[in-house]
């Protein structure tokens, strides 16, 4: 059984599939650079609930009702949910799977939980003790932000390094048969703590955790970060994103432009968010939505998804502890050929006079 | 490995990348707005004056103080104070309107816990400390007052 541990990484030999995979989104996400990817994005934060966390719970349910459709199954055919969220006592997840008649497990890894709950159900998968795994996270900014910060409707300021929390759940079913990306491995990661003391800079917390992480991938996979198409953070915002490529410099790293993060990617500039999303919601949903669906079609075929997580609470915040860091990897795979679509030389222009025009906007926008 | 020493330098590293907040812009939206709500707190005064020219000058100055918290509870319920708060800073928290939104906008919050564990005991969760530091410095000011 060992020999498929290489340290912190699990190699998968059964190769685990995703079948199913469902995301859905608040309005103010739905309005973002992702927008229209998304399966579903919410018409209000209320979701037609009475409080903010009925409504997350309904995304949840949502959440995990579309993903076992879209990979043509009932829910009766799903043997285990695993699932997390941001609240006290994660009651997001658990009061969503009192609507299902399986067997649960609730995880808590703040933002990083869709990386571990995937981890999780594709080694339960793996090892061939269940057939079909959900494995869901969601967030509310509503929610979050009343437990976390402040009241809504405060009139105060955000610091310059705050994130947004995202109102977004995602969903993914894990199966041992079906067609579909595929999991080749997972890197469960250890919890870093730098010193940051800052609630407002969750980036720089995290991306320590992140940078751990990333490396032990590299290293037990032995892989460089060229090798992927794709090398997705979960929510370290734009600082975080930033440091995180420092870091990985001084170890010897080069993160080129086939390095992004969920939060910085969630939200345009002038939608007022400062350094982006954040939330497990962030990640999952654009995991859910842009990035298995490339992997779906083969544009993408080698994706490193980590997803990061501060696993602080208010009441260690107003002691006055530092914020540790957990970040947890996956890496997934896709077999799919597809014919490449030849771009003629008119639409190359109309895509690099499009791109000019945007840059542009961005760059007297930062003036 | 020696954590100490490594956090310290990552924190400062760190804050050498922190985006600074501009001061000056800052300054000038709160002192704008500040400006604004304390005029209309004298038009108010003026105006209630000018009705009624008989009423003094404590009384007058206690019926702006209610109008202006009414307001500002009025448009943190519509959702509009928060805006006004995240452009205009301690311009619209310092006054006596932000003191109403800090208690507002948690019972708005909290309703849904019920009236007593959730509205009547969440509703000071920022402005408590506001409270007891004004009774306690003025408690203060006055023992001094009472010496001299």
Redesign the interface.
């Known amino acids: 059984m060992l020999k498929e541990r290489k340290e912190q990484t699990i190699v998968f030999k059964n190769k685990p599939r995703i079948i199913g995979n469902y995301s859905i989104v608040g309005p103010k996400e739905g309005k973002g650079p992702f927008g229209k990817m998304f399966d579903y994005v919410m018409k209000d934060d209320f979701f037609g609930e009475?409080?903010y966390e009925k409504a997350e719970r309904k995304m949840l349910e949502h959440a995990i009702f579309g993903a076992t459709d879209k990979a043509k199954l009932n829910p009766k055919d799903i043997d285990m949910l695993v699932c997390g969220d941001l609240l006290n006592q994660i009651i997001t997840s658990s009061y969503a799977a009192r609507a299902y008649d399986i067997s649960y497990l609730g995880i808590f890894s703040a933002c990083s939980a869709m990386a571990l709950s995937i981890g999780i159900g594709a080694s339960m998968v793996n090892a061939g003790y269940f057939q079909n795994v959900a494995c869901a996270t969601s967030s509310h900014f509503s929610t979050a932000e009343?437990q976390f910060r402040?009241?809504?409707?405060?009139?105060?300021?955000?610091?310059?390094?705050s994130q947004w929390t995202c109102t977004a759940s995602g969903c993914t079913v894990i199966s041992s048969e079906g067609r579909g990306p595929y999991i080749d491995s997972v890197t469960f990661g250890k919890v870093m703590?730098?010193?940051?003391s800052d609630v407002n800079?969750m980036g720089?917390a995290m991306a320590?955790a992140a940078m751990e992480t990333m490396i032990s991938v590299f290293h037990d996979t032995k892989t460089t970060p060229d090798d992927y198409d794709l090398i997705i953070t979960g929510d370290l915002g734009k600082?975080g994103a930033?440091?995180l490529m420092?870091l990985m410099e001084q170890q010897g790293y080069k993160l080129r432009e086939n390095y992004c993060d969920c939060g910085q990617m969630m939200f345009y500039y002038d939608q007022?968010v400062l350094m982006g999303g954040s939330g497990c919601g962030c990640s999952a949903s654009i995991f859910n939505s842009y990035v298995i669906e490339r992997l779906k079609t083969g544009q993408l075929k080698n994706v490193l998804y980590i997803a990061t997580g501060a696993l602080l609470s208010t009441t260690s915040c107003q002691q006055g502890e530092?914020v540790p860091g957990i970040a947890h990897a996956i890496v997934v795979k896709s077999n799919v050929v597809t014919k490449s679509k030849t771009i003629t030389k008119k639409e190359k222009n109309k895509i690099a006079n499009k791109v000019e025009k945007q840059l542009s906007k961005f760059k007297s926008e930062e003036n | 490995m020696d954590y100490t020493k490594r956090n310290i330098k990552y924190n400062e590293y760190v804050n050498s990348k922190i985006p600074k907040t501009r001061s000056w812009p800052s300054l000038f939206y709160a002192f704008i707005v500040g400006g604004l709500i304390c005029m209309i707190g004298q038009g108010i005064g003026d105006g209630i004056r000018a009705i009624w020219p008989d009423l003094a000058g404590n009384a007058v100055s206690n019926y702006v103080s209610i109008i202006l918290i009414f307001i500002a509870s009025f448009l943190t319920g519509i959702g509009v104070y928060d805006r006004i708060g995240a452009f205009a800073g301690a311009g619209s928290i310092v006054p006596i309107t932000g003191f109403s939104n800090s208690i507002t906008s948690p019972a708005m919050d909290f309703k849904n816990e019920g009236i007593i564990f959730g509205l009547c005991v969440k509703m000071f969760s920022i402005a408590g400390p506001v409270i007891v530091i004004g009774v306690l410095s003025s408690a203060i000011v006055g023992l001094i007052y009472l010496f001299l």
């Not at chain 1, 703590?193 to 940051?196: A, L, P, Q, R, V």
């Open positions: 009475k409080t009343r402040f009241p809504l409707e405060l009139g105060n300021q955000r610091p310059p390094t703590d730098f010193g940051i800079n720089a320590p600082l930033e440091i420092d007022n530092s």
